[in-house]
């Protein structure tokens, strides 16, 4: 076993913040926390060992800014950065940079990263491993009218989208011929804007999928193994709102195939790390990949609290170059994870940034809160307007939801509006109850006007 980290830089804020740091502690790693001149008064910026400024509000000026992090990073000679999620998680050029100075990246390799970011490589790399991918050819359109003739082969309706994407962004379903060419020009103006690259591919349109990851960790030494799924079909426009596991949908023979097919993807291609494994799922359980994160995930505390492992500490541990033991984990009851956003719900979930004037988190068995605010915290207009995770655990799925509901009764926030009342009126759904949806569901549902 090498030598473990003596201090650890975490290139990010908030919530995930706090928790990595929490874990540096308990393994006996010091920390460096880095803030913007709005996140002064943060709890990661109190709990850190050590902090250090880096910057203005906007996150171009400070937690995407690679100099100043690696200014950070030099004079509090940390050995190591972890990046969280979001930021600079996912940039291949950071993972580079760390590297070259000697740094450790507490995530998989600069080539791994750009592979998983490109779509199409991901996808040609799942089928060189034998995983099932979404039909579709696998190339990079030329032309709308190539388009128009691929879909005529693939029969309608389609999906095309930005092989430099994700999360659905430059994403454009398509029904008929008629539609393409729109299509076409607004995914790639959309994926130009966003990625700076419009390059485009096609696939079958998936209808009435789930939205069910399996979490992946992999060792220095070639082993990969399973922690499980996590269900997301609970989403808008592409948001995750709440997660659990196991899968309403989930069988014990589903999740020892797509296990499997999530190692399999991992192993082949020598895999760092904790990683997601993301399928569609389709009503006859046929699943597919559609892509693979590179980085901790919001919604880990679900699997950690499924499988009783801190993900972040195994994370850690197998940056310095810990074996794993091989053996895969299914889940114990039932964890279901709420986000609770700064938004106002019945108002399109518009953000809802502030000062926290009255703060109570809930309490009592099978809960848990991941959180950085606290009364008298402003809650800024330039991050994500995640303001908590709300995590239960129950023996049952009908447990769950029971103490959920409790939890949010007890959830006090004022000051601002939350999502809190609609995680309330969507465990009060016949549907969700019932484990009756999909990532399509939530859209097709009348909101209450609050
Ligand atoms: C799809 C699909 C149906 N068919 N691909 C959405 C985000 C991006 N990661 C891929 N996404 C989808 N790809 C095919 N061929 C449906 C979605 C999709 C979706 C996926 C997961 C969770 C929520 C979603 C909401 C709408 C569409």
New binding site residues.
Partial sequence: MAKKFNKILIANRGEIALRIIRTCREMGIKTVAIYSTADRESLHVRFADEAVCIGPPASADSYLSIPKIMAAVEITNADAVHPGYGFLSENADFAEICQDYGIKFIGPSPEHIRNMGDKITAKETMIRAGVPV?P?DGTLLKSAEDGIERAEKMGYP??I?ATA????KG?R?VKRKEDFVNAWNSARAEAKASFGNDGIYM?????Q?R?IEIQVIGDQYGTVIHLSERD??V?RR?Q?LLEECPSPFMTDELRQRMGEAAIKAGEAIGYEGVGTV?F?VDADRNF?F??MNTRIQVEHPVTEESIDHDLIKEQIKVAYGEKLSGKNYTPKGHVMECRINAEDPWRDFRPSPGKITSFHSSKGHGVRVDTHVYAGYTVSPYYDSMIAKLIVRAPTRAEAITKMERALDEFIVEGIKTTVPFHQWLLRQEDFREGNFD??WL?QQELPKG
């Fill in positions: 979404v579709g389609v999906m989208k994407g994700g999360g659905g994403m379903i696939e079958k349109y998936i209808v999928p939205h997301c079909s989403q592409h995750k993301e569609l597919y559609m892509e990532t399509g859209g």
